[in-house]
């Protein structure tokens, strides 16, 4: 394939027959009033404050009774599955535990120096910072940190957090959500059942709050299943971070843009550090970008021999690894409704992420907050109902999450034109507060942009500045079993190139090319859903399977 490649020629469809059941229920049943998928920062600030307000209503003397709330997680412990920048705006904790002081939470140390530089191969140019990117008054944080806490909040409030237990599919009568059926567990590679198989189990309930995270499958196959639109496609960005044990303290907290990123690719590095010997790097890029063989893990590899890094990682360790997928599409990809009979859909799964001022953590514990309060109300009046828990929406309409990503909403698209292009323009609609250009940006899905044919930068891997994608997954701590069945869908009789596409593409080495052909190593996978996005589908699997992250 000599010419461009379009990867939407050759991405399976998402699979909705195995996502959206009406078939009869499962061996085992296990009723909840409200079950929350997820167990990230929208899932759980969920569950606590509609613990809380069950709470405060049945000792005001007349209240709602007993609630049971449940919280499904796949991974086998809370927080080795979440992924983030991350420096938290610490707005969204201190309404979820008024009282508290900032001191009381999960955060490492306030952002008090940062710097913005435009690199060059060997050069670090110093820029303003612009008023979206500065972080005066949040903090530095690890997020696996941040869900373990909240996770023992809302035990302490009686939530069953159910770590381990991956929604597989929604269960469903008519147009009304009933709940979700979990994934099997000890299947074999064909699917057979091994001596330590479980089966699926239904988690009925009166709503089920989809918290699932960037790419949820189960909110992908309900707004395909419910035709629900939005004015732009959800676009994504792919993350690869490391955390490294430094040699030389890091005291601020910077970004990059330029190298090692070409002007047709949107992106950009992050270093912070978490402890004065512990930091986090990372390199964020668009997933339109142009050239098929373009690979984000490698030109991480390749950004930390620039100066800037260097001299912070010579002769520290690589201690965590890490990638994940961020939703950028922003307030013109966010859906046309957020809830349905029996349904709402949270945080990243709905696409609340603000890509300039990189946030999206204390939006997606907003909205589990304001998802709480609907589901409250609705549990009160004893209707579930779309149009009951459309106060959900209104509430979210009406809200900072709303406001934040409207005055945002062209500067992503901006850059679909190029870097410096979309820098103007971007600039234009910061300073306008979104007025410039005037009307939206139009944008396309990411699997629909054309990939040229590129040349494929050698990376030396020398085990101690640069690592392979083997050894970055040992140090995500994946422990898939090698037996498990495979989770992806892939297209059949790919050519060379598309196979290629995938296998650099993929930062955990999923997808390799063997004699011209695609060969999958699903074990390998760390859910990033890099590749769910423009090629193989990612399904949910067996819980405990995957990356076992601690201080991402």
Request: proline share 8%; with cysteine; glycine share 12%.
């Given at each position: 394939m000599a010419g461009p490649l379009i990867p939407a020629e050759h991405q399976p469809h998402l699979p909705r027959e195995r996502l959206i059941l009406t078939e009869a229920p499962a061996e085992e049943r296990i009723d909840m009033d409200v079950v929350f998928v997820g167990a990230g920062p929208a899932g759980l600030a969920g569950a606590i404050h509609l613990a809380?307000?069950?709470?405060?209503?049945?000792?005001?003397?007349?209240?709602?009774?007993?609630?049971?709330?449940?919280?499904?997680?796949?991974?086998?412990?809370?927080?080795?599955?979440?992924?983030?920048?991350?420096?938290?705006?610490?707005r969204a904790f201190r309404e979820l535990f008024p009282g508290s002081s900032d001191e009381d939470f999960p955060f490492g140390g306030p952002v008090a120096r940062e710097s913005l530089y435009w690199l060059s191969e060997r050069r670090a140019r110093r820029l303003p910072t612009p008023p979206s990117m500065r972080n005066h008054g949040n903090y530095v944080a690890s997020i696996c940190e941040i869900v373990r806490w909240l996770g023992e909040k809302a035990q302490e409030l009686g939530v069953d957090v159910?770590?381990?237990?991956?929604?597989?599919?929604?269960?469903?009568?008519?147009?009304?959500?009933?709940?979700?059926?979990?994934?099997?567990?000890?299947?074999?590679?064909?699917?057979?059942?091994?001596?330590?198989?479980?089966?699926?189990?239904?988690?009925?309930?009166?709503?089920?709050?989809?918290?699932?995270?960037?790419?949820?499958?189960?909110s992908l196959a309900y707004q395909e299943w419910q035709g629900i639109g939005s004015e732009n496609p959800q676009i994504y960005a792919l993350g690869v971070k490391e955390l490294w044990e430094l040699k030389r303290p890091l005291d601020r907290v910077i970004h990059t843009m330029g190298w090692p990123l070409p002007n047709d690719v949107f992106g950009g590095s992050f270093m912070y550090p978490l402890e004065p010997t512990v930091a986090a790097l990372g390199l964020v890029v668009g997933l339109d970008y142009p050239d098929r063989t373009f690979d984000v893990h490698d030109r991480l590899q390749r950004m930390k021999a620039h100066p800037l890094f260097r001299e912070y990682l010579e002769g520290g360790e690589l201690v965590e690894w890490g990638a994940k997928t961020i939703p950028e599409g922003g307030y013109y990809a966010l859906p046309e409704r957020l809830s349905g009979d029996g349904v709402v859909m949270l945080g990243d799964s709905a696409g609340f992420v603000d890509v300039p001022s990189l946030k999206g953590v204390h939006y997606a514990m907003q909205s589990g907050m304001f998802a709480a309060r609907a589901i409250f109300e609705a549990l009160k009046a004893d209707d579930t109902s779309r149009a009951r828990l459309a106060t959900y929406d209104r509430l979210v309409a009406e809200s900072y999450i709303r406001d934040d990503l409207y005055r945002t909403r062209n500067v992503r698209p901006a850059f679909t034109g190029g870097f410096f292009k979309g820098a103007i323009r971007a600039g234009l609609a910061t300073l306008t507060r979104g007025r410039f250009p005037g009307g939206r940006i139009d944008m396309e899905p990411d699997a629909t942009a054309s990939r040229r044919p590129g040349a494929v930068p050698r990376?030396?891997?020398?085990?101690?500045?640069?690592?392979?994608?083997?050894?970055?997954?040992?140090?995500?701590?994946?422990?898939?079993?090698?037996?498990?069945?495979?989770?992806?869908?892939?297209?059949?009789?790919?050519?060379?190139?598309?196979?290629?596409?995938?296998?650099?593409?993929c930062p955990a080495g999923v997808y390799e090319v063997s004699d011209g052909k695609l060969v999958v190593n699903a074990p390998n996978c760390v859910d990033c859903k890099a590749t769910d996005v423009v090629g193989p589908r990612w399904t949910p699997r067996e819980g405990g399977a995957g990356p076992q992250y601690k201080r991402m």
């Amino acid at each position: 394939m000599a010419g461009p490649l379009i990867p939407a020629e050759h991405q399976p469809h998402l699979p909705r027959e195995r996502l959206i059941l009406t078939e009869a229920p499962a061996e085992e049943r296990i009723d909840m009033d409200v079950v929350f998928v997820g167990a990230g920062p929208a899932g759980l600030a969920g569950a606590i404050h509609l613990a809380q307000l069950v709470q405060r209503d049945n000792e005001s003397g007349d209240g709602i009774g007993e609630v049971v709330i449940g919280v499904l997680e796949k991974a086998a412990s809370l927080g080795e599955h979440s992924l983030s920048g991350a420096v938290v705006n610490p707005r969204a904790f201190r309404e979820l535990f008024p009282g508290s002081s900032d001191e009381d939470f999960p955060f490492g140390g306030p952002v008090a120096r940062e710097s913005l530089y435009w690199l060059s191969e060997r050069r670090a140019r110093r820029l303003p910072t612009p008023p979206s990117m500065r972080n005066h008054g949040n903090y530095v944080a690890s997020i696996c940190e941040i869900v373990r806490w909240l996770g023992e909040k809302a035990q302490e409030l009686g939530v069953d957090v159910l770590p381990g237990f991956p929604a597989g599919a929604l269960l469903t009568d008519g147009e009304r959500v009933l709940g979700v059926r979990t994934v099997a567990t000890g299947l074999g590679r064909e699917g057979e059942q091994l001596s330590g198989y479980l089966p699926p189990a239904d988690v009925v309930a009166k709503v089920t709050a989809l918290a699932e995270g960037t790419r949820g499958m189960l909110s992908l196959a309900y707004q395909e299943w419910q035709g629900i639109g939005s004015e732009n496609p959800q676009i994504y960005a792919l993350g690869v971070k490391e955390l490294w044990e430094l040699k030389r303290p890091l005291d601020r907290v910077i970004h990059t843009m330029g190298w090692p990123l070409p002007n047709d690719v949107f992106g950009g590095s992050f270093m912070y550090p978490l402890e004065p010997t512990v930091a986090a790097l990372g390199l964020v890029v668009g997933l339109d970008y142009p050239d098929r063989t373009f690979d984000v893990h490698d030109r991480l590899q390749r950004m930390k021999a620039h100066p800037l890094f260097r001299e912070y990682l010579e002769g520290g360790e690589l201690v965590e690894w890490g990638a994940k997928t961020i939703p950028e599409g922003g307030y013109y990809a966010l859906p046309e409704r957020l809830s349905g009979d029996g349904v709402v859909m949270l945080g990243d799964s709905a696409g609340f992420v603000d890509v300039p001022s990189l946030k999206g953590v204390h939006y997606a514990m907003q909205s589990g907050m304001f998802a709480a309060r609907a589901i409250f109300e609705a549990l009160k009046a004893d209707d579930t109902s779309r149009a009951r828990l459309a106060t959900y929406d209104r509430l979210v309409a009406e809200s900072y999450i709303r406001d934040d990503l409207y005055r945002t909403r062209n500067v992503r698209p901006a850059f679909t034109g190029g870097f410096f292009k979309g820098a103007i323009r971007a600039g234009l609609a910061t300073l306008t507060r979104g007025r410039f250009p005037g009307g939206r940006i139009d944008m396309e899905p990411d699997a629909t942009a054309s990939r040229r044919p590129g040349a494929v930068p050698r990376v030396p891997y020398d085990g101690r500045l640069t690592y392979s994608k083997v050894d970055a997954v040992f140090k995500s701590g994946n422990a898939t079993r090698d037996t498990i069945p495979s989770h992806v869908i892939a297209g059949e009789n790919l050519p060379p190139e598309v196979a290629e596409f995938y296998a650099h593409m993929c930062p955990a080495g999923v997808y390799e090319v063997s004699d011209g052909k695609l060969v999958v190593n699903a074990p390998n996978c760390v859910d990033c859903k890099a590749t769910d996005v423009v090629g193989p589908r990612w399904t949910p699997r067996e819980g405990g399977a995957g990356p076992q992250y601690k201080r991402m």
